[in-house]
């Protein structure tokens, strides 16, 4: 089965697309992209992923202006969505590697849930690229460390126990968006994450949805850079 192609849709999504695109670099250093968050107020700049942070603080940028995208969007509990222009919006980062897979993790079920009843379906919007790698020095992650300053207790902890630190992605080369929708009748077919699992408290952690980007049973629309 295959989604039924929406025009108001296809319409909207080449809007947001080609908004997006006048303003957004296609290739993201990541030292770059690091220092112009730090120094335009993101609280995201320290996060290893920084790669989803700088497309979603990029994103909030350019589609708050002339009051395009309400920004943030609706919140549910805790939770808000990134944007709102009619349904609920959100923006990820998927890279592509060897190894990779076409599955992103996104928001919590039950907040995706929500929004769906509440203006019918929700909107992720995914930009898509092949990434670098830090070099065997992790020259990188020391420059990203320095910058940052204080250890985390999270590193800390890290540190002490042994645990392996993932290696830092340092260039992103968009090649694409994808605005992906899901509604009532394709939440069905999303995966979850997280589901099962503790916070560190021992608290459960709420189940997020994990979307397929190679799944044709959704509504998707994809725009090449």
Known sequence: MSFFFNQKNADTTKVIFETIMNDLPKVWDAKEAILFMKNNGSRNWKQMEWQGWYFEFMCET???????????????????????????????AHSEFKGSTPKVPTNG???????????????????????????DEQTFKKWHDNLKGKKSKYVLA????????????????????????????????????????????????????MIDLEDTRFEKYAYEV
Do not use: H, W
């Open 109 to 135: 079920y039950l907040e995706v849930e929500q929004a769906i009843a509440d203006y019918g379906k929700v909107c992720f919007i995914v930009a898509c690229g092949s990434v670098e790698f830090d070099d």
């Open 158 to 209: 890290g540190e002490k126990s042994g645990r392996r630190s993932r290696r830092r992605k340092t260039k992103f080369n968009l090649n694409k968006i994808i605005f992906l929708y899901v509604d009532k009748s394709t939440l069905p077919f999303v995966g979850s994450f997280q589901k099962g699992m503790i916070n560190s408290d021992g608290t459960p952690r709420n189940s997020k949805v």
């Open 62 to 92: 350019i589609l708050r202006k002339n009051s395009f995208f309400e920004i943030p969007g609706k919140k549910y509990g805790n939770v808000s969505f990134d944007g709102f222009n009619e349904i609920n919006y959100d923006f990820k």
